[in-house]
């Protein structure tokens, strides 16, 4: 079953956190500074990943930002 992708924006705190799925126990490993890849704890699978200062990385941005990264997408 796919899993549909969640975005969520904490203003205050400037954190942008996207999983897939519901929430669930994980552990987060930093991939480059401030991105973060979470893991589910019993499969070890990607379940989402987070940017820390976020508006820092990307307001303005005129070019990409690449993340050290790669995904497949596919329509529900």
Not at 1 to 14: G, T, W
Not at 24 to 51: H, M, P, Q, W, Y
């Amino acid at each position: 079953m796919a899993k549909k992708l969640r975005f969520a924006y904490d203003k205050k705190a400037d954190i942008l956190d996207i999983s897939l799925g519901g929430p669930k126990k994980a552990i987060s490993r930093e991939i480059e500074d401030d991105f973060f890849v979470r893991f589910d704890l019993e499969t070890n699978k990607v379940i989402g990943f987070s940017i820390l200062n976020f508006e820092k990385w990307f307001k303005g941005i005129d070019d990409h930002r690449f993340v050290p990264m790669s995904a497949e997408f596919s329509l529900s």
